[in-house]
């Protein structure tokens, strides 16, 4: 059974990645994958809950949502973890617990991003909760393999 440093660890790389695919999103120009403006596009894509994926943008746009989903359950049950763990170490729990608030928020600011028709100040502030999270969450991950050192040296 993974420890929580594992999942922590976890919930890091699997931002590190969402955050590389939604550059890709950015630059490859495909932000309208699912359509553009609130409704058919938001939080549906092309108005339906499971697209036809044919498309290259649609593939592209949905799988950033769909990973944004994973990685959000995985910094969810990281969370849990580093709060169940005994003892709790206070910093990094409490930095997942700042991480796992500010997911629902980055998802909202994703859907506004399309519903705003890809508006230049909405995606730079969808950019800035992502490079938050992942680094609240690197933190939490790097505080949790220092205390493991730490607690290693004391025992010798
Ligand atoms: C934890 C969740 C999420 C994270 C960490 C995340 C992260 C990112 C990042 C780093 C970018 C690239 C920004 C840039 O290059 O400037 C991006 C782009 C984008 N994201 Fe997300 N995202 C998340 C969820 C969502 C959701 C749920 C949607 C829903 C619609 C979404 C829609 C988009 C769109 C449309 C773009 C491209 C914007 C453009 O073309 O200008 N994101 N995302």
Not at 16 to 34: D, H, K, P, R, S
Not at 63 to 78: D, E, K, P, Q
Not at 89 to 101: D, E, G, V
Request: glycine share 10%.
């Amino acid at each position: 059974m993974p420890t929580a440093k594992q999942w922590v660890y976890a919930a890091a790389i699997a931002i590190y990645f969402l955050n590389a695919w939604g550059a890709y999103v950015t630059l490859g120009n495909f932000g309208e994958g699912c359509g553009v403006g609130f409704g058919a596009s938001w939080p549906l894509c092309n108005g339906t809950l499971f697209p036809a994926l044919g498309n290259y943008p649609t593939l592209i746009e949905y799988l950033h949502r769909f990973f944004s989903v994973v990685t959000g359950l995985v910094i969810l049950y990281a969370t849990v973890k580093t709060w169940r763990s005994k003892p709790r170490l206070q910093l990094p729990s409490r930095l997942m617990l700042l991480a796992i608030i500010l997911v629902p928020i980055q998802v909202g600011i994703g859907g506004e991003v399309v519903g705003s028709g890809l508006s230049a100040l909405v995606a730079t502030t969808h950019f800035c909760f992502a490079t938050a999270i992942f680094g609240i969450v690197t933190v939490a991950a790097a505080l949790m393999y220092t205390e493991d050192k730490r607690s290693l040296a004391a025992r010798v």
